[in-house]
């Protein structure tokens, strides 16, 4: 599964990066497209080192995930988008 949800997200990613951020945000906007995608790229690196049967690996690679998920929530849980219609 997790060998299809990293190319998937990176896919995402990729579609949002199209969609011009609002002025004055692009750094804030930037910054959380860049931890998404390390989200990504975790995704693919825990199906691989899954499939090697690497479970140690694999659980530290679920930990880092996790931090930059909470990373990329908190910089955007402020963010005010029903304020900025």
Known sequence: MLGKTGPRLEASIQQVRTIPPPPGDEQTVATWLGLIEGVAADNRKMSRTEAR???????????????????????????GFADRA
């Open 53 to 79: 049967r690497r479970f140690g690996r694999v659980i530290k690679l679920q930990r880092r995930n996790e931090e930059l998920r909470a990373q990329a929530h908190a910089l955007v849980a402020d963010f």
